[in-house]
């Protein structure tokens, strides 16, 4: 995928929902999905986005500690409920320019 020319992302080692997580757990996550993709890909990530997109207690500093920017969704494919072709269309109709 890189070598295609896409950005690949950190978005955490398990995929866990950050609610209630100490800043420990949540930069344990952060942290060995950055070495598991720098390993796999010859270079780490720069940017991050939260699973579920929640940002808990503690999650910006480990941002900052990592060095990551993090980024968020303009809009929700609902790609665990819907067919793809749905799921393309919510995408591509609430697409925006900054999104």
Known sequence: MRESGHEIGNHS???????????????????????AIAAACSTAPV???????????????VQQRLGLMGVMWGVIG???????????ERVISGARDGG
Do not use: C
């Not at 080692?13 to 070495?35: G, V, Y």
């Not at 609902?78 to 393309?88: F, G, Q």
């Open 78 to 88: 609902r790609d665990w409920k819907l067919p793809a072709p749905a799921v393309a």
């Open 47 to 61: 940017l991050m986005r939260a699973p579920y997109g929640v940002r808990w207690f503690g999650f910006r500093q």
């Open 13 to 35: 080692h398990t995929h866990p929902n950050f609610a209630l997580k100490r800043p420990s757990f949540i930069e344990d996550e952060f942290l060995r999905a950055q070495e």
